[in-house]
């Protein structure tokens, strides 16, 4: 079945530091988004970039999508220590999304 | 802004047991679906429903687990004869239609002892 997998596992930066995730799969998509989950909680949608979009932008949110590598990238700009989450990114499958296993980022103050 | 309710947020009980996990989704949305997540590991997929049916399901979803929309607002996830490794939370989410941003409840943290 499809899904994501992310890349590092942990990422460990400084407030002020960019922040970038990865993202792969295996098959072809119609759009991958981006959830971040803080501890204990549910997931929150991020940022939905479709097959046909190379790079969208939301804040100090950055992603990009290369469907020929089948990987995508999340760049959180500028990081707060409000940022330390873990962060998915989640493929579409027919009738659902599947998620990987997420990069835990934490940001030191 | 309209939110995804799931009750308990805590549910104790023995192997063997019954539990369903309630939803309310956000009422104009169209489809349901149920994820879990083992302490600190991925979020697994377990079962999609849509026009009163499951449109999908994964390897997990056994005959121990249904679902139901009992009426027009609540979604539940029944989980017979529970096990020890049905301890996890449980995510109930729902969307406006097929694959657009999922919006997640709080999650059921699920103990089996």
């Known amino acids: 079945s499809q899904q994501g997998e992310e890349d590092p596992q942990a990422l460990s930066i400084q407030e002020g530091e960019n922040a970038t995730m990865n993202c792969s799969y295996k098959t072809s998509i119609n759009n991958l988004q981006w959830y971040r989950q803080n501890s204990g909680r549910g997931l929150v949608h991020l940022i939905l970039i479709r097959s046909n979009e190379r790079e969208k932008h939301s804040g100090r949110l950055r992603v990009t999508l290369d469907t020929s590598k089948k990987s995508s990238s999340l760049l959180i700009t500028a990081s707060r220590a409000a940022d330390t989450a873990s962060y998915f990114c989640?493929?579409?499958?027919?009738?659902?999304?599947?998620f990987g296993a997420g990069t835990r980022l934490t940001v030191k103050p | 802004e309209p939110e995804v309710t799931q009750t308990p947020s805590h549910q104790v009980t023995q192997m063997g047991q019954e539990v369903i996990l309630r939803c309310v989704p956000i009422s104009n949305h169209l489809y349901f679906y149920w994820y879990r997540q083992i302490l600190g590991q991925k979020v697994e997929f377990l079962v999609s429903?849509?026009?009163?049916?499951?449109?999908?399901k994964s390897e997990i979803f056994d005959d121990q687990f249904s679902v139901e929309r009992p009426d027009g607002s609540n979604f539940t996830l029944k989980i017979r004869s529970t096990k020890l490794e049905d301890s996890a939370m449980y995510f109930c989410?729902?969307?406006?239609?097929?694959?657009?941003?999922?919006?997640f409840g709080n999650g059921t943290r699920l103990t089996v002892t």
């Open positions: 429903f849509y026009n009163n049916e499951i449109s999908e």
């Open positions: 989640a493929t579409d499958n027919n009738n659902d999304m599947r």
């Open positions: 989410a729902s969307s406006e239609r097929r694959n657009s941003p999922l919006h």
